[in-house]
């Protein structure tokens, strides 16, 4: 699994409620038992089939998805129609928090590769829960910036390893 959709955070255990569930998402790490009942009255549950799309790149995007079991594929298609793995995700991970913020479409698509349970928190749920309890909005987005800004500092050393590694190349092919 690439590092960028790697649980970075560890899965804390919890009870198999789905607040036990979202309690064991870094997401939501510092969060109280009573915070996580509430964002379970706002999240949204839902059963996939096997080889079933969740969202196709370019789609508008509008939240993200927790994976509370089986697991979901996330991929590009070139201009000729093939696929190009990103990353296979599993249960504990997450995808597609960059849209819960900031409406954008998808930049790759997702789909399970087996049956699954996906729970949705989208936007619309955001904008209501920052309205009706900005505590646990405050938290939610204090735990997102965690996640992404983890995301974004793996991403630059990947990026920093790569440009070493080309300007390697570069100079073996200069001798």
């Known amino acids: 699994m ?8 560890g899965q804390k255990t919890g009870d198999d409620s789905l607040a036990g569930f979202l309690g064991s998402i870094p997401l939501f790490a510092e969060m109280k038992p009573r915070d996580l009942r509430q964002l379970a009255a ?16 370019g789609d508008p995007g509008s939240g993200l ?3 509370r079991n089986g697991r979901v594929k996330i991929f590009t298609r ?50 209501d829960c920052m309205e009706k309890n900005p505590r646990l909005a405050l938290r939610l987005l204090f735990g ?13 050393r990947e990026l920093k390893r790569l440009h070493h590694a080309l300007h390697e190349l570069q100079a073996e092919g200069q001798d």
């Open 65 to 67: 998805y927790l994976i």
């Open 42 to 57: 706002l999240v949204h549950p839902r059963d996939y089939d096997d080889k079933e799309t969740v969202f196709s790149e």
């Open 144 to 156: 997102l910036t965690r996640a992404m800004s983890e995301r974004l500092h793996l991403a630059d």
């Open 78 to 127: 070139d201009s000729s129609g093939h696929e190009h793995e990103i990353a296979v995700l599993e249960a504990g991970d997450f995808f597609g928090e960059t849209t819960l913020v900031s409406p954008a479409v998808r930049t790759a698509s997702a789909r399970t590769l087996e049956k699954s349970q996906l729970v949705g928190f989208f936007r619309a749920d955001l904008l």
């Open 2 to 9: 690439s590092l960028l959709w790697r649980n970075v955070f």
